[in-house]
């Protein structure tokens, strides 16, 4: 166990970086030093001198604040689930972008704004519960499609969650295009993977999300039984129907949650969960940890090169996930064609 | 220790086994044979509780198997499956430490005896050494030894094996199987196993059920069933059955019908 705190500990100060940059760099750069002291003054029964021109507090509290915890809560989402997901389905390529999953959230997500949009927090905790219903149909549907006999084939399944995905999307535009006023505004975040602004969305995905990640934590040694097969998972004693069921729920969950907010963001939940595994292990009851605090760095980072680019203008951080992400799916494509090593 | 009692089961609607009967005692190796399809391995799955049973019943030490969870069962009965795609993942240790499944809290965080057990357990199938070795990248004999491991860490009184022999060379066969004998006399296991080569059940088995078309036709020690004149017509082919010289067991000889003195003209 000794050998594994210092990936946690590496981890976790990138972390820190990655959240103390997202918050200080923008239009306005806000010295660290500074945001520290800011967030200090919040803290009860401390008074420290007020240096810092008003506006900051402004940009710090009610914007950049807010949009960074919303991106780690995102990229540790997707990034966690899509751990579980390549562990459940054995699956190299699985990832809730490519399986459809996230589609069929977001179709949820429209779905629900369409037809009534949230104008209070009451209403916005509505949305990844609607998200879940479509994704967890997506899934579902997806694994009906793909099966061939007991096998789920790998690229069978990425065809099924790409063909049904983009069905999906479809439909939302369609959803989309058909609506007026500020259920048309959604089609920005969700066709390219822009978050929502401000703190009510922060805290309408972070239940969802701690609920789901918890789970997927949890599911660490169940997933690495899994990946001998289900045969020989429930000859070792896992009830392995029940434990799917409840993986498939998790990270449904958890992708909803974060696609709701934040729309569709592809391959994060494939290129971390993949360079954790490279870097420290397949042990699931690491990888999934790692796979979540990594998904939040890499995430605020791909947001702080969005932000950056083409300054003042943003990019849709999906932008640059894709940009990347699709690079590195095909390297993994020809990797696991090579060997049936991943 | 173990009872089979009328069991059937079948892939869609082919029926693959039908009224099977038989029991293994604690302490011994019950072998099953039969030509390809007879429903060996149909009969291993039906028994582990993977496959759903048409009719009939599997009991462990009076108790029924498909009454239990999952988790009892694993406790009862473990499987060392063909050793063939084996996740490119995991080290031989933690691929064995996953025997101790049935016993792990929900966390699955193992204790100092799990590592006890899954120590004992590679020291006894001569796999300690290979402990931090992937266990994807082994030999066939090496895999299907940490298989073993993995069952018998699992620390059930029943194993079953599916042709565990099968890819192995005639040395890694015959070590494979002489360590089995031996756990089985050291620990009073009940094995059931599937074993295609006649001559390494006669030598090593106590008793032998021979199935036909998912059907039993004989059961009984290896003299009683395996008969010239039965494996002829199972089989399809002439053949003689010898006695071993050493141990008295029989030994099936293929009729080579007329090959060699065809190579001869």
Redesign the interface.
Same mark, same amino acid.
């Given at each position: 166990m000794d050998a594994l705190r210092k990936p946690y500990l590496q981890n976790t100060l990138l972390l820190t970086l990655a959240l103390t940059l997202s918050v200080a760099i923008g239009a306005v750069f806000i010295p660290p030093g500074m945001v520290a002291r800011m967030l200090a003054a919040q803290l009860p029964g401390l008074s420290l001198p007020v240096d810092w021109p008003e506006t900051f507090d402004v940009i710090v509290f009610r914007i950049r604040l807010p949009h960074t915890i919303l991106i780690t809560l995102t990229g540790a989402a997707l990034s966690g689930s899509g751990a579980a997901y390549q562990g459940l389905f054995?699956n190299p390529l699985a990832d809730p972008y490519l399986i459809g999953v996230a589609s069929g959230a977001g179709l949820g997500a429209v779905l629900a704004m369409s037809f009534h949009w949230p104008n209070d927090l009451l209403g916005l905790f509505t949305v990844p519960a609607a998200a879940f219903i479509g994704a967890t149909a997506t899934v579902i549907l997806v694994t009906m499609i793909a099966r061939s006999g007991r096998a789920l084939p790998t690229t069978t399944l990425i065809l099924a969650g790409v063909a049904v995905g983009s069905f999906a999307s479809a439909l939302t535009s369609y959803l989309m295009l058909r609506s007026e006023g500020e259920v048309r505004r959604a089609l920005a975040w969700l066709l390219g993977g822009a978050t929502m602004s401000g703190w009510d969305p922060v805290i309408a995905a972070l239940p969802y999300i701690l609920i789901g990640l918890s789970a997927l934590i &949890?599911a660490?040694?169940?997933l690495?039984?899994l990946?001998?097969?289900?045969?020989?998972a $429930? $000859? &070792?004693? &896992?009830?392995?129907e029940r434990v799917k069921t409840l993986l498939i729920l998790a990270a449904s969950l958890t992708t909803a949650a974060a696609v709701s907010f934040s729309g569709i963001i592809g391959f994060i939940g494939l290129i971390v969960p993949h360079l954790v595994r490279i870097l420290w292990g397949?042990?699931y009851?690491n990888l999934v940890p790692l796979s979540i605090i990594g998904g939040a760095t890499t995430l605020l980072l791909a947001d702080l090169l969005a932000r950056i680019v083409l300054a003042p203008q943003e990019l849709p951080v999906g932008v640059i996930t894709a940009l990347a992400g699709a690079p590195f799916f095909l390297w993994i494509l020809r990797r696991a064609k090579a060997?049936?090593?991943? | 220790m173990l009872e089979i009692q009328s069991l059937s089961a079948s892939y869609g609607s082919k029926l693959a086994l039908s009224d099977f009967s038989a029991s293994v005692n604690a302490g011994e190796i019950l072998a099953l044979v039969g030509p390809n399809g007879a429903g060996k391995t149909t009969l291993i799955?039906a028994v582990? /509780?993977?496959l759903p049973v048409r009719a009939g019943r599997v009991r462990v030490a009076g108790k029924d198997l498909s009454q239990l =969870?999952?988790?009892q069962?694993?406790?009862f009965? %473990?499987?060392v !499956?063909q050793a063939r795609?084996? =996740? =490119? %993942?995991?080290t031989v240790w933690?691929t064995v430490l996953? /025997?101790r499944? !049935?016993y792990?809290g929900?966390? /699955?965080?193992a204790g100092e005896a799990d590592r006890e057990r899954t120590q004992w357990a590679l020291e006894r199938t001569h796999t300690l050494t290979l402990a931090g070795r992937r266990v994807?990248e082994l030999s066939g004999g090496e895999q299907q030894r940490v298989l073993l491991a993995?069952a018998l860490a699992?620390d059930a009184p029943i194993l079953l094996m599916d042709e565990p022999t099968v890819h192995l060379d005639l040395q890694h066969q015959s070590n494979l199987l002489n360590l089995i004998r031996e756990l089985v006399n050291e620990h009073d296991l009940a094995v059931l196993m599937a074993l295609h080569d006649l001559n390494l059940v006669a030598l090593y088995a106590d008793r032998v059920a021979l199935l036909v078309e998912g059907r039993l036709r004989a059961i009984g020690t290896p003299n009683e069933v395996l008969t010239p004149a039965r494996l002829s017509e199972i089989y399809r082919i002439p053949l003689h059955v010898i006695s071993h010289p050493d141990y008295g067991t029989p030994l099936i000889l293929p009729d080579g019908m007329g090959v060699r003195e065809k190579q001869a003209n």
């Open positions: 054995r &949890l660490g040694h169940s690495n039984v990946q001998f097969g289900d045969e020989q $429930q $000859q &070792l004693g &896992l009830p392995v397949p042990d009851r060997r049936s090593f991943w | 799955r582990s /509780g993977v =969870p999952a988790v069962k694993a406790r009965l %473990a499987v !499956p795609n084996l =996740p =490119p %993942a995991f933690q996953m /025997g499944t !049935p792990l929900w966390l /699955g965080q994807d993995r699992q």
